[in-house]
């Protein structure tokens, strides 16, 4: 099965959250507050997509993580890699052949075709998207994470 971890499925939903009001500053115990995902995996996922400039941060009493660009021009694809890394659904889909059968495979074409067509289609997927999908605020519910 093909499946993005709970962690990066967690991230969608705190960007899309932010994407609610891209220009404002968001603390993280708001956040966490509003998406229902616990404080310190809401600090740890900012942090990452920070690291990846998806976010731009402020430090200090009045500081916070905003994003770093329009939510129309953040895709899928976006997320998936600063959060887990490359889409490979086969190991030959990272462009190396750590496969015992890499030398004589039949399939490696057809799979990086198919790799090339979900990353293409997630590509198309934006930011904005997924907040226009269901706005927020969520109802609190109990904490995730």
Same mark, same amino acid.
């Given at each position: 099965?093909?499946?993005?971890?709970?962690?990066?499925?967690?991230?969608?939903?705190?960007?899309?959250?932010?994407?609610?009001?891209?220009?404002?500053?968001?603390?993280?115990?708001?956040?966490?507050?509003?998406?229902?995902?616990?404080? *310190?995996?809401?600090?740890?996922?900012?942090?990452?997509?920070?690291?990846?400039?998806?976010?731009?941060s402020e430090r200090g009493t009045q500081g916070g993580y905003q994003l770093n660009c329009n939510p129309n021009?953040?895709?899928?694809?976006?997320?998936?890699?600063?959060?887990?890394?490359p889409i490979a659904i086969t190991e030959c889909s990272l462009?190396?052949?750590?496969?015992?059968?890499?030398?004589?495979?039949?399939?490696?074409? *057809?799979?990086?075709?198919?790799?090339?067509?979900?990353?293409?289609?997630?590509?198309?997927?934006?930011?904005?998207?997924?907040?226009?999908?269901? *706005?927020? *605020?969520?109802?609190?519910?109990?904490?995730?994470?």
């Amino acid at each position: 099965m093909v499946r993005i971890s709970k962690l990066t499925d967690y991230g969608v939903i705190i960007m899309a959250f932010m994407a609610s009001q891209p220009n404002r500053l968001f603390q993280a115990r708001e956040i966490a507050q509003k998406t229902a995902i616990t404080q *310190p995996t809401v600090s740890k996922l900012l942090k990452r997509l920070s690291k990846h400039d998806l976010l731009r941060s402020e430090r200090g009493t009045q500081g916070g993580y905003q994003l770093n660009c329009n939510p129309n021009q953040i895709s899928i694809v976006d997320l998936i890699d600063a959060l887990e890394g490359p889409i490979a659904i086969t190991e030959c889909s990272l462009g190396h052949d750590h496969c015992d059968t890499a030398s004589s495979c039949t399939i490696k074409t *057809p799979w990086l075709r198919i790799n090339h067509a979900i990353t293409h289609a997630l590509q198309k997927i934006k930011l904005a998207d997924l907040y226009q999908a269901h *706005p927020y *605020p969520l109802s609190v519910g109990a904490q995730h994470g």
